[in-house]
């Protein structure tokens, strides 16, 4: 069974935001919903399992054979409640990227 998504210490976010940062565009017009559907997209499978694995604290074992709509609800819940797809643009403005 697969948990639901949780706020994450920082170390945390961090490994889940530089597993998606080179899908998430530097411009996008459209919901949140969206944005992370273009990213579900183009993370290969094992990106996507690192990532579920990290945003709900389940082992690899437990979600893959979870329902897959489940996954895919608890990644978009878990980027959206870590604020991982505005860390580009923090970093942008803290000049890091």
Do not use: W
């Given at each position: ?40 997209e ?49 970093f ?6």
């Open positions: 069974m697969i948990n639901s998504a949780k706020k994450l210490p920082l170390y945390e976010c961090l490994e889940v935001y530089f597993l998606v940062d080179r899908y998430i565009p530097d411009k996008f017009e459209g919901t949140l919903y969206d944005l992370s559907h273009e990213i579900f183009k993370l290969s499978p094992n990106e996507f399992l690192e990532c579920v694995c990290l945003l709900t604290s389940t082992s690899p074992d437990a979600i893959i054979p979870a329902d897959g709509l489940s996954c895919y609800v608890e990644f978009t819940t878990g980027l959206e409640i870590n604020n991982i797809l505005a860390m580009k643009d923090l942008r403005k803290l000049g890091f990227i």
